[in-house]
C-alpha cells in the first residue's frame, strides 16, 4: 500500500525567510507519480507540480523549488523569500499503478509567512 | 465551463436528511475523485472512479453514503440519514490520464443541524 507522510504540522516564517517542506512517501511500486497541491485560504486546492519515478532531475519555478531523492523517498518542496501570499496548506500527494493510480495525499502543512 | 463545477456551494440540511452533492468535472476526463475536508483537517479520500473500471469505495465511511457516475461524466454523492459529523466540505476532481494531475472544484460545504 502507499502511503505519504508530511511530519511537519504547521510551519510559521517571516517573510522572505526561506521554507522547506517536508513529504516522505512509501510504496513497492517502481513507476509512480509525485505531486504537490496547494490551498490557500480562499479553499480551492491549486496543483502545483507532478514528477515522475524516473525523473529525479530537480525542478525550479520561480521562488519554489522541488527535490527528489529516491534514496530517501522524499520530494521536498521549498519556497525561497517567502511572502504573505504563500500562506496556505500545502498537500504532498502520492499515485501508484497498485491503486489504479488513485491519488494519495498527506495530512498537510499549513505555512504561515507573517509580515 | 473550463473547471470541475460543483453544486450547490453551501448546503444547510437537517439531521435525518438526505443530501445529493453533485460534481461536473472536465469534460473528457476519465478519472473522478470524491474527498471530504473537516475544518482544519486535511483530505479524507471517500471513493474514485477511473474509466469503466468498478469504482474505489474503500473510503467511504459508512453505508450511508454512496456515489455514482452516470456516463463517465457528471458524478453525484448522495447521503442518505446525515449526521451532524457529517459537516464538511465535500471536495470532487477530476483528471484526463490515471497518471495525470487532478483538477478540484471549489467544494461543497455541507452543514447538518
Known amino acids: 500500500a502507499q502511503k505519504v507522510t508530511q511530519a511537519q504540522t504547521e510551519i510559521s516564517v517571516v517573510e522572505k525567510e526561506d521554507v522547506t517542506l517536508d513529504c516522505v512517501y512509501e510504496?513497492?511500486?517502481?513507476?509512480?507519480?509525485l505531486f504537490w497541491y496547494k490551498q490557500p485560504p480562499s479553499g480551492e486546492l491549486v496543483f502545483l507540480i507532478r514528477r515522475n519515478s524516473f525523473d529525479e532531475q530537480n525542478e525550479i519555478s520561480g521562488r519554489y523549488s522541488w527535490n527528489f531523492q529516491k534514496s530517501t523517498s522524499s520530494f521536498n518542496f521549498t519556497i525561497t523569500a517567502s511572502q504573505v501570499v504563500d500562506s496556505a496548506v500545502y498537500f504532498c500527494a502520492l499515485s501508484v499503478i497498485e491503486g489504479d493510480y488513485k491519488l494519495s495525499f498527506g495530512a498537510g502543512t499549513t505555512v504561515t509567512v507573517r509580515a | 465551463g473550463a473547471g470541475v463545477s460543483q453544486s450547490p456551494s453551501n448546503k444547510v440540511t437537517e439531521k435525518g436528511k438526505d443530501v445529493e452533492l453533485r460534481c461536473d468535472p472536465i469534460?473528457?476526463?476519465?478519472?473522478l475523485y470524491w474527498y471530504r475536508q473537516s475544518l482544519g483537517q486535511g483530505l479524507e479520500f471517500l471513493i474514485y472512479?477511473?474509466?469503466?473500471?468498478?469504482?474505489?469505495k474503500s473510503g467511504l465511511p459508512s453505508d450511508r453514503f454512496s456515489a455514482e457516475r452516470t456516463g463517465g461524466s457528471v458524478s453525484t454523492l448522495t447521503i442518505q440519514r446525515t449526521q451532524q459529523e457529517d459537516s464538511a466540505v465535500y471536495l470532487c476532481?477530476?483528471?484526463?490520464?490515471?497518471?495525470?494531475?487532478?483538477?478540484f472544484g471549489q467544494g461543497t460545504r455541507l452543514t447538518v443541524v
Open positions: 469534460s473528457g476526463h476519465t478519472a
Open positions: 510504496t513497492r511500486d517502481t513507476t509512480y507519480y
Open positions: 476532481a477530476s483528471s484526463s490520464r490515471r497518471y495525470s494531475e487532478a483538477f
Open positions: 472512479f477511473q474509466g469503466n473500471s468498478a469504482p474505489d
